[in-house]
């Protein structure tokens, strides 16, 4: 049984305690995906709930295919272990910022959010499987991700 099921919300502190990312989320959903395995053991340690945005699961279920994930992706985000955390219409200066200072390795806008949302809430972990703009994007301009899972 995943984890996300054993565990109710009240078993796991409201703080969030770092960060997921959509390639981290859809390898926990899909088995047959590469990083499957790794984020599945990931996800057996790392500490709940984790932070998300609207514009990560925005870009979640566009990439889901079919009812059965559909309700699996749901049955994830009520179990507790993944909060969204909003954004508003006062955050869009900062990731305009955000997604300028990263020109050359274009951020998208869910990447922004992640990076946004990990200085508003002083978060430095980051579940995700895109290593190579998390090892480039820095939180406040220099404090680097602590990346999860680590490259296979």
Do not use: Q
Not at 44 to 50: C, F, G, K, S, Y
Request: hydrophobic share 40%; net charge negative.
């Amino acid at each position: 049984m995943p984890r996300y099921e054993r565990e109710s919300r009240a078993d796991m502190d409201n703080r969030p305690r770092g960060l997921i990312d959509t390639g981290a989320l859809l390898a926990l959903l899909h088995r047959g995906d590469r990083w499957h395995s790794a984020c599945v053991e990931t996800f057996a340690e790392i500490p709940l709930p984790l932070a998300t945005s609207a514009a990560v699961l925005t870009e979640l279920f566009h990439l889901l295919d079919g009812p059965h994930e559909f309700a699996a992706a749901w049955g994830f985000l009520r179990s507790g272990a993944v909060t969204v955390l909003p954004i508003s219409d006062e955050d869009l200066p900062d990731l305009e910022t955000l997604m300028a200072r990263y020109k050359d390795r274009p951020m998208d806008f869910a990447d922004a959010t992640l990076v946004y949302l990990a200085r508003r809430e002083d978060l430095v972990t980051i579940f995700t499987i895109d290593h190579d703009d998390f090892e480039t994007y820095r939180i406040e301009g220099k404090r680097r991700f602590r990346i999860v899972p680590t490259r296979s």
